[in-house]
């Protein structure tokens, strides 16, 4: 597997090149600092639908969403749904007003409309945090994407995109990326939907991949098999190295394992004790180390090179020789079956463990049909709470979505508010016709390739099915897999480029704009604007690269989420209630944000904290009451409404912090074009003499 | 400054519901208008989102029943949920647009009378 994937090399090299290109071609153009935030706000309605899309649909879209679906099934298509349904509510209630104001950035907006300097440098505050927290993902999925396909360090791809893209916004601001981002959108759609259609051609339809997998009685319990004998690296590092068997499983160490056995669910304490013996019915060798694990003390079983193991189907977990019943998703009694869990650590000398599964094994760590395809699956149900967590995603995403600084300050590039409604209408058209696609992959990778979930996490998990799949059809015709799977790899990266291309101008807006403009340097010539563009461009950069590089052992979807709570919880109470509500005084809407913002975002650090066990009183706290860490890890359903409560009681305590011209500034906003009330809040500066 | 029209008679104006662009009256007028609408539109969504979760927990055979292989639920979150939100905004925004036109053609400047 070490050979250079030339084909993929190929397509993602022409993407690169045709993106500095187009950067380079578009530069010519840029004349003056309302260019370089706004695009001059003269981008017309379907190259903006396409350069907000190609903006939003991020590595986190088109690779981790297939991803997800293939590995929890039917709860993950909330997220594609959602992101699409806050767009939606981005255009019922945000975008048309926001665009009328007329200002450069959030943190602009944020001040114009309370007449509060102070709440520009709050407001910034949070479009940093946001902004950098969804960079790191992005530079992550960058760096792991090379390195499967040239097998360069991790930094490479850090560097690479982080490079392309900061030329690109420091020479042609937002007006540069604009074409870019469109471009790349319908690299994207080209990517992720033709390479499906060949795959239906070839394997059969959506819907019959669907129709495999049953959910009643006997055929819902069907668990993915291999479908020919694989070799599976598993690297010592958690939760990679964790596999959970769910049903009996024979396997091959082929260089031999230092194996820690253990059930793989939480067994009640009083319980009938479950002995280790019993979950693996191969036998355990005698030879036992007993090694210090992230604080405990714990036995490993040493295998030898070679050594084979099965282990048991799950068993039923008893008390007093009763069975132990627990609720299922549905809140009915079932018993409380118990799979096995090994996890492996490398021998002295190995880097890795190796196993080798036949043909026809069933794959570890996979979830059974029924449990799959029906709602409330391994994701949702987790801590056994699943309507709850559904309810609080909704609102994390669909509110979160309408309150990314990045996606918001795209409004401002049209021309006016009746335009910034047509564009973000077809936003949802362009948006929706993507989201149909990576559920199909997940559903296809399941049935297809089903050996992804042998490993959770790293390179060749579930969330490289987009890269993996189309593979398969090297054995149709020789090098169209090959061909494909350059294709979506290409796609991939334009995901990476393109999101970070529209956080690095929002950064820089902040850097620049808010902070150099607004605070250092007042009286800034249009020249000296432009330079410092440039150069917050390049800072910008050159941080989010330096980030990028030390976040290659974080979860991407624990960092997204980040951002979309504290979005959540600051953003969108604070837009929603500036838009809509005349009494709303700057210091509450201030203490609002970041009340909620904060709230959010202590909630989420708590959990990672009981997580990796820098607390252990709150883990164990957590443990027994999964409704409070069902809340604190999903903390939209309170914390957007604590952000409300907060501005609405400070509001009607503080009404002396109401701006005294708050009619016209609510004219402004609401007000139709036709009245010629347009009042840009930044104005447009002449270009400087060149 | 907000340029006053110059013609000393608007065609557009509408005499019976014209009123003075800076009043209280056509601020509440221009904000209740756009909100009724926005709020009546984010309705269907609000119920499809807060129903749906309920309809999976408290009817899963019917929500699971297989329609051309997939579940019904699968169907409708995973494909037929998009083109809801084509129709919604589709007829949001042509409402909105028609009712700013409209409210438009109430507005009186300082200085023009109603007929």
């Known amino acids: ?690 | 400054m907000n340029p006053v029209p110059t013609e000393a008679v608007r065609t557009d104006l509408n005499p019976e519901r014209s009123m003075d662009v800076h009043s209280e009256q056509y601020l509440n007028v221009v904000m209740v208008t756009q909100l009724r609408l926005s709020l009546k539109l984010s309705a269907i969504f609000v119920a499809i989102l807060l129903g749906l979760p309920l309809a999976n927990f408290y009817f899963p055979e019917i929500m699971n029943t297989r329609i051309l292989g997939f579940t019904a639920t699968w169907l409708f979150l995973g494909v037929l949920f998009y083109p809801l939100t084509w129709l919604i905004a589709k007829i949001y925004i042509s409402k909105s647009l028609a009712m700013e036109h409209e409210i438009a053609s109430w507005a009186m400047w300082p200085g023009e009378e109603a007929k």
């Open chain 1, 1 to 690: 597997m070490n050979e250079i994937a030339w084909i993929p090399l190929i397509f993602v090299t022409f993407l690169v090149i045709a993106t500095i290109g187009l950067g380079v071609w578009v530069q010519r153009s840029v004349r003056s600092t309302s260019d370089m935030y706004v695009a001059g706000r003269s981008v017309s309605v379907s190259m903006n639908s396409a350069a907000i899309s190609g903006e939003y649909l991020s590595a986190a879209s088109f690779m981790g969403v297939a991803g997800m679906v293939m590995k929890f099934g039917y709860d993950v298509l909330w997220y594609p749904t959602l992101y699409a349904a806050g767009y939606l509510f981005l255009l019922l209630f945000i975008a048309s007003p926001l665009r009328r104001f007329g200002a450069y950035t959030i943190p602009d907006f944020a001040e114009g409309r309370f007449s509060s300097p102070v709440f520009r440098k709050i407001a910034v505050i949070f479009v940093l945090a946001i902004g950098l927290f969804y960079t790191m993902p992005q530079m992550k999925g960058a760096g792991v994407a090379l390195v499967n396909i040239l097998h360069t360090p991790y930094w490479v791809g850090v560097v690479l995109v982080g490079a392309v893209i900061t030329f690109n916004v420091a020479l042609g601001g937002m007006k540069g990326i604009t074409f870019v981002q469109a471009f790349q959108y319908w690299v994207k759609m080209f990517a992720i939907s033709v390479p499906v259609f060949i795959l239906f051609a070839f394997v059969g339809g959506y819907h019959t991949h669907m129709g495999t997998f049953g959910n009643e009685g006997e055929a819902g319990k069907a668990l993915p098999r291999f479908h020919d004998d694989y070799q599976i690296t598993y690297k010592p590092v958690a939760p990679a190295n964790s596999i959970t068997f769910p049903g009996s499983v024979t396997g091959t160490f082929a260089n031999g394992a230092e194996v820690a056995v253990a059930p793989a669910k939480k067994v009640p304490a009083d319980a009938d004790p479950l002995p280790v013996e019993a979950l693996v019915t191969s036998g355990l060798p005698a030879q036992t180390v007993v090694r210090e694990i992230s604080g405990k003390e714990v036995t490993l079983y040493i295998f030898k090179a070679g050594a084979s193991f099965t282990t048991t189907d799950p068993i039923a977990a008893s008390r007093g020789g009763q069975p132990l019943l627990v609720a299922d998703a549905h809140g009915n009694p079932v018993p409380l079956m118990v799979p096995a869990k090994l996890t492996v650590y490398p021998p002295g000398g190995q880097d890795a463990v190796v196993i080798k599964y036949a043909r026809g094994e069933i794959v570890p760590n996979a979830p059974a049909d029924k449990t799959w395809l029906e709602p409330f699956g391994p994701l949702t149900n987790k801590y056994g709470h699943p309507v709850l967590y559904t309810y609080s995603l909704i609102i994390a995403i669909v509110c979160g979505t309408a309150g990314l600084p990045h996606v918001l300050v795209r409004f401002y590039t049209n021309p006016d508010g009746r335009t910034a409604k047509r564009t973000a209408f077809w936003v949802l058209v362009l948006l929706g016709c993507f989201y149909i696609f990576p559920p199909v992959f997940g559903a296809l990778g399941r049935s297809m390739a089903p050996q992804l979930y042998a490993v959770v996490g790293g390179s060749y998990s579930t969330d490289s099915v987009v890269l993996i799949l189309p593979k398969i059809l090297n054995q149709n015709v020789a090098y169209l897999g090959d061909i494909l799977s350059g294709i979506t790899s290409a796609g991939a990266f334009a995901g990476f480029m393109t999101t970070f291309s529209g956080l690095l101008v929002s950064l820089t807006g902040a850097l620049a704009h808010d902070i150099y403009g607004n605070m250092v340097n007042k009286r800034a010539t249009p020249i000296q604007k432009l330079t410092a563009f440039r150069i917050a461009a390049v800072i910008a950069g050159t941080l989010a690269m330096l980030l990028g590089t030390f976040v290659e052992n974080f979860d991407i979807n624990m960092m997204v989420g980040w951002a979309f709570a504290i979005a959540a919880a600051s953003y969108f109470p604070m837009l929603i209630v500036s838009v809509w509500w005349r009494k709303a005084s700057a210091t509450g809407a201030a203490v609002g944000m970041l009340g909620g913002g904060m709230a959010a975002l202590t909630a989420i650090v708590s959990t990672m904290l009981a997580d990796k066990q820098v607390l252990p009183a709150l883990a164990s706290w957590y443990a027994q009451n999964p409704v409070w860490r069902t809340l604190a890890e999903q903390p939209a359903i309170w914390a957007v409404p604590l952000a409300l409560f907060l501005i609405y009681f400070v509001s009607l305590a503080t009404p002396t912090a109401v701006p005294a011209d708050i009619r016209h500034k609510m004219l402004v906003l609401h007000a139709p074009e036709e009245l010629n009330l347009k009042d840009e809040y930044i104005k447009d500066e002449p270009a400087p003499a060149r």
